[in-house]
């Protein structure tokens, strides 16, 4: 088996033993995280898979089994994207398989693979020239399965990636990647602010953190007032949560999440179309709990500082409402033009709490904009920084680690349509620049040295096999990163 390129920019050996399963919960408070079985460190009677793009098919002929050749010639197989060559052996056992990548420029291509595999172990026998790592990226992502709701259930394949420090950070990140994708995927029924609230105790519980967590009206006395405003309408309380973990000698990473349980819009209310996946809305929430949860289990040395506001933006009589003035920890006053702009409430006030300590850097997630999508669409997610050396280092372990980013420009002159007349600021800057307007609103609230703001989808479409729903946007590049830079 050929492994290329295990996880480059890590320059330490991980530690951990690798992250056990995890048992699947179903009780109505509580989020459904699947049992992760997509990789296996060995297996005796693994299936050979040889990956192949169209342009390098004639010298990959020279590489596959004769009989699978024989098979790939007879069906007309070229490499493109999807095609798929399955050979058994006498005993009807899957033994060999030839996959196309097509012209796909990144490894999530083989999610389609995994996705229509049949159970069992299989291990790479050509790469393509892919990074292993990619590769399994790619495999775990097909082999996900959101199956909480489902009668019946099917075991996904397994990807044969070895047992030493490389295949354990691997299998951290592919369990990491898929908690986060089953809080997305949670109905807001399952997964209100309490749900969210349980999942950062959870990680927290497992690696020895620190929770503190103020709920209810006591966020007015705990000056979390926009976190207060935006939640009290709905029948769940809204909460600020605090965890803290690591050695305080160490550097402070600061992670701030928007956990909008769900987001009806408010008293702007969403149409129906806007309205049908906003249980996506708490993404980064799931984003820095998934993330935490990285940093933690790998013993990265710095200390964690995880921030995460969680509300639903209902409608009751006690809503807050367009027009209304909003004081914040802060100490900026807010006029509220719409009140569907609700992610960068609770953000500006977990902001401000962040910065009340020294982080070295500080990073927040959270699905705040429309405009970031119509800008670079569903897959490129979007990063603002002022840092220059920051940003350059996002966007290299973008590339090493096969998750695209892209700097966003903070434009201070758009400030100007963020103004108020009767306040500080207003909350929403109209129908141009949304995603810039946003962050800008959110940097009136940090006073850290190195911030970086990513405005993520938290979802993403069918393709390469993967059906709709819940996606990690970013966190492979951030996460890539962090590891260079605190290694």
Not at 22 to 29: D, G
Not at 62 to 73: D, I, M, Q, T, Y
Not at 213 to 242: C, K, Q, S, W
Not at 299 to 312: D, I
Request: aromatic content about 8%; hydrophobic content about 45%; glycine content about 10%.
């Amino acid at each position: 088996m050929r492994f290329t390129g295990h996880l480059a920019f890590a320059r330490v050996k991980d530690q951990l033993t690798k992250t056990r399963n995890r048992l699947t919960v179903f009780s109505s408070r509580d989020f459904s995280v699947s049992m992760y079985k997509a990789f296996t460190a060995t297996a005796s009677d693994a299936a050979s898979v040889y990956l192949v793009r169209p342009l390098d098919w004639s010298e990959a002929e020279h590489e596959v089994p004769s009989g699978l050749k024989s098979l790939a010639r007879a069906t007309g197989f070229t490499g493109k994207s999807g095609e798929m060559v399955l050979e058994a052996d006498d005993e009807g056992r899957l033994k060999h398989v030839l996959f196309g990548l097509g012209k796909a420029p990144d490894a999530l291509a083989v999610a389609a693979l995994s996705a229509k595999l049949p159970e069992g172990d299989y291990e790479i026998a050509r790469d393509a020239g892919l990074p292993f790592a990619h590769i399994a990226a790619g495999w775990a992502d097909g082999a996900y399965r959101f199956d909480r709701y489902l009668k019946d259930t099917d075991t996904p394949p397994r990807l044969v990636i070895g047992n030493d420090s490389d295949a354990d950070a691997l299998e951290r990140e592919a369990d990491a990647i898929a908690l986060l994708r089953d809080l997305i995927n949670t109905p807001a029924q399952h997964m209100g602010p309490a749900s969210i609230e349980q999942a950062v105790r959870q990680i927290g519980e497992e690696h020895g953190a620190d929770i503190e967590v103020t709920t209810g009206d006591a966020l007015l006395d705990a000056n979390y007032p926009m976190v207060h405003a935006v939640g009290r309408a709905a029948p769940e309380a809204p909460r600020f949560i605090e965890l803290s973990w690591g050695n305080e000698d160490h550097p402070e990473l600061a992670l701030v999440g928007k956990g909008v349980a769900f987001d009806t819009g408010g008293l702007n209310l969403k149409p129906g179309s806007g309205m049908r996946i906003m249980k996506k809305d708490m993404g980064g929430s799931a984003h820095v709990i998934a993330l935490a949860k990285l940093v933690m289990a790998s013993k990265l040395p710095v200390r964690l500082k995880l921030y995460v506001p969680a509300v639903e933006n209902a409608i009751a009589g006690d809503a807050f409402r367009p027009g209304d003035v909003l004081s914040t920890r802060k100490g900026l006053t807010v006029e509220i033009d719409n009140t569907d702009a609700e992610g960068r409430l609770i953000l500006g006030d977990a902001l401000a709490r962040a910065c009340e300590g020294s982080p070295d850097l500080l990073i927040d997630f959270a699905t705040l904009t429309g405009a970031a999508r119509v800008a670079l669409g569903p897959e490129l997610a979007p990063f603002y920084t002022d840092d220059g050396d920051t940003a350059d280092a996002i966007n290299a372990a973008g590339t090493v680690s096969g998750d695209p980013v892209w700097r966003m420009p903070l434009w201070d002159p758009y400030k100007s349509m963020l103004k108020s007349d009767i306040a500080d600021i207003q909350n929403a800057g109209g129908r141009f620049a949304g995603s810039i307007t946003a962050a800008i609103f959110l940097k009136q609230f940090v006073e850290a040295e190195r911030w970086v703001h990513l405005d993520v989808w938290g979802w993403r479409l069918a393709k390469y096999g993967r059906p709709e729903g819940a996606a990690a946007c970013g966190l492979r590049a951030v996460w890539t990163m962090l590891r260079t830079r605190y290694a």
